[in-house]
């Protein structure tokens, strides 16, 4: 492992203990638990915890449900548990306001589903997420999940809107589209630099064409990121 990576990595280490160190009160029992390689950290802390066995994990998709298990957390549902305390999770990029994008891992809509359940829910990344600006580092698109028979008519709507719109690849594992575990596509959209000030009005264009199942935009979710540096610091933005 490079000495690059090793920074990175600790950067990761240091700011989800921070986020879980200053934040999870004697009175939160339902933690929703995202996915990501910084999340991986929260998941490593809240194990570490000695009164670990008094709180019920939610995950965001397959990946943070063997984290909790890993970790020996107890595993519960958004079913049972429709009302989460906090909740903490990675970002693809994070802007001034807080605003994210997610869904690089495709699990954006569960992602979403336990950020909106959370009474506080918080981010977790490394200074290389937190440009400011969305679509300014991460140039993969807005991942957009979308219904299978409608990625075609979705495509055609975003790119009449300014995208540039594709259907996301399951190679190299997986011939043809990439599958979320809701059983749908994504589309990656990309609409270069998207200000803080017009991150709300793209995301509801977006969640108004039909098909559309959810989008990767994150918008005013987050009450506090917390950025792992590389120099070993950590930032702690709020709204």
């Excluded at 492992?1 to 999870?24: F, G, R």
């Excluded at 997420?129 to 999940?145: A, D, F, R, V, Y």
């Amino acid at each position: 492992m490079s000495s690059t990576t090793n920074l990175v990595e600790q950067s990761k280490k240091l700011c989800a203990y921070a986020a879980v160190d200053n934040n999870l009160k004697p009175n939160h029992k339902i933690i929703g638990i995202g996915s990501g390689s910084t999340v991986v950290y929260v998941a490593e802390r809240i194990g570490q915890l000695s009164n670990k066995s008094d709180f019920v994990c939610i995950p965001t998709g397959f990946q943070s449900k063997q984290l909790i298990i890993d970790n020996k957390l107890q595993l519960g549902g958004l079913e049972e548990n429709p009302i989460i305390d906090i909740a903490f999770d990675g970002a693809d990029e994070i802007d001034s306001d807080l605003n994210a994008i997610k869904g690089g891992g495709a699990c954006l809509l569960q992602e979403k589903l336990v950020a909106d359940s959370a009474k506080e829910f918080i981010i977790v990344a490394d200074d290389r997420k937190n440009t400011g600006i969305l679509g300014k580092g991460w140039n993969k698109g807005i991942p957009i999940e979308v219904i299978p028979n409608a990625y075609n008519k979705i495509i055609n709507e975003l790119n009449s809107i300014g995208g540039n719109a594709k259907v996301r690849s399951g190679l190299p594992a997986k011939a043809g589209p990439a599958i979320t575990d809701n059983g749908n596509f994504i589309v990656d959209c990309d609409f270069g630099q998207v200000p803080a000030s017009q991150v709300d009005e793209l995301n509801k264009k977006i969640k108004l064409m039909v098909g559309v199942v959810e989008t990767g935009f994150f918008v005013k979710m987050a009450q506090k990121a917390y950025i792992g540096n590389a120099d070993g610091t950590v930032t702690t933005l709020s709204v």
